[in-house]
């Protein structure tokens, strides 16, 4: 209180700051209320106007940074008021204080608190002496058609009353505080007008995939935070331009067409109603499947990884592509009864799916010098290396 004195207030002013129902109503507006907080029971989600608080977060998480800001803010009376601040009046029962700010754009949240003693004439609270006067605080938007109930907190019971408003259109409202039973009441309202808190950071992990091209799959868990709209999906290709794409409410997303053996770095923000963004996730780097001979298939699914074949040819459907299976025999290694099998169809044209047609190992459709060539390369090994041979 000593340090807001010495921002220009007066002593007045810094007499009502110290009031229990000011402090009380500061503390509420400034407690930040999660995806799950609203009045009364969880009743699908809806508000109950007759409960000011809701059943298990009370008034929400304790934020002095935000309530500060609403402290600093000053006092202010009825009528024409900042969007943030907070007042300490009086109200007799069958009338009403009247608050008026502007909602400058779209996409603000409002909260707004209103709290006031109870009254007892012992040291101890006694029900039988206990006074309890009863207040509304609702909440209206000024059409050109007159003002509109945008919402209300009417609790009979209570010595508080609460509105959390989301996501509030731009325009004229007006705070009313009522008295509605009871004494002359003193009381303590407090709000604040502000953008939602911004969404944090998701986690998020990605598997990279494809065969004829690369695929990233990249997924995060849902940021649990007040007016989170979508996310926002940063790629940026190794030595290229970051792309954006917009995801909507999906919390995963699979790049498709990517070249293969190439290096990405993603990174994940959620945004608000209001399109501002959160904290953005921490980079991670996914390369996709090399493509070892560049013939346009990834390894693991590439039928010969050591030596091109765009046409992945393999006549005899062993898993290992004409270009690098010499074992026509099918004995698991290119020896010397293989080429006898090749001599056999040496200078011949490959016709259906015999021998001959695996001996054509260039897949031309004629067995000859260039096959001899690829025969001798793997000579006395093995087939392939293939990426899909079982």
Same mark, same amino acid.
């Given at each position: ?41 969880d ?35 009825e ?9 300490y ?111 944090p ?5 990605a ?17 649990d ?22 995801t909507?409410a ?25 399109g ?27 039928n ?6 765009p ?9 290992? #592509? ?5 074992d026509? +025999?099918? @004995? !698991? $290694?290119?020896?010397?009864? %293989? *080429? &006898? /099998?090749? =001599?056999?169809?040496?200078n ?5 799916? #015999? ?6 190992? +260039?897949? @031309? !459709? $004629?067995?000859?010098?260039p %096959? *001899? &060539? /690829?025969? =001798?390369?793997?000579f ?6 293939? #990426?899909?041979?079982?």
């Amino acid at each position: 209180m000593e340090a807001a004195a010495h921002q220009g207030w007066n002593a007045k002013d810094v007499g009502r700051a110290q009031r229990a129902p000011v402090v009380k109503a500061i503390l509420m507006a400034g407690a930040a209320k999660g995806t799950a907080w609203h009045k009364g029971l969880d009743d699908g989600g809806l508000d109950d106007v007759a409960v000011p608080l809701d059943y298990h977060l009370g008034a929400g998480e304790l934020d002095l940074f935000t309530s500060y800001g609403i402290l600093a803010a000053g006092f202010a009376k009825e009528g024409a008021v900042a969007p943030e601040g907070w007042s300490y009046q009086k109200v007799a029962p069958g009338s009403e204080r009247i608050y008026r700010f502007q909602a400058a754009r779209s996409g603000l949240d409002l909260t707004a608190s209103l709290a006031w003693n109870r009254h007892t004439t012992q040291y101890r609270i006694d029900l039988d002496t206990v006074r309890l006067s009863d207040l509304d605080l609702s909440l209206y938007r000024l059409d050109a058609a007159g003002p509109v109930l945008v919402a209300e907190s009417r609790s009979a019971v209570d010595n508080v009353e609460l509105l959390y408003v989301q996501d509030l259109p731009a325009g004229t409202y007006e705070l009313h505080v009522e008295g509605i039973a009871g004494l002359e009441e003193r009381y303590g309202l407090a709000w604040s007008l502000r953008p939602p808190p911004l969404p944090p950071a998701p986690a998020v992990s990605a598997t990279a995939g494809g065969c004829g091209s690369g695929e990233i799959q990249v997924q995060w868990p849902p940021v649990d935070s007040p007016g989170v709209a979508g996310y926002r999906l940063y790629v940026r290709p190794e030595g290229g331009r970051v792309q954006v794409l917009r995801t909507g409410a999906t919390t995963g997303h699979t790049l498709t067409g990517l070249p293969l053996g190439t290096r990405h770095t993603l990174w994940v923000q959620a945004y608000t109603t209001a399109g501002d963004p959160g904290a953005a996730s921490s980079p991670v780097v996914v390369t996709t499947p090399p493509d070892s001979d560049g013939d346009g298939f990834a390894d693991g699914c590439d039928n010969c990884t050591g030596l091109a074949n765009p046409d992945q040819y393999d006549a005899d459907g062993d898993g290992y #592509g004409n270009v690098c299976d010499c074992d026509f +025999n099918q @004995d !698991g $290694f290119c020896g010397a009864p %293989d *080429f &006898g /099998l090749f =001599l056999g169809c040496f200078n011949q044209y490959a016709v259906g799916a #015999g021998v001959c047609a695996a001996t054509d190992m +260039n897949g @031309d !459709g $004629f067995v000859g010098a260039p %096959d *001899f &060539g /690829l025969f =001798l390369g793997g000579f006395n090994g093995p087939p392939g290396p293939s #990426g899909v041979a079982p």
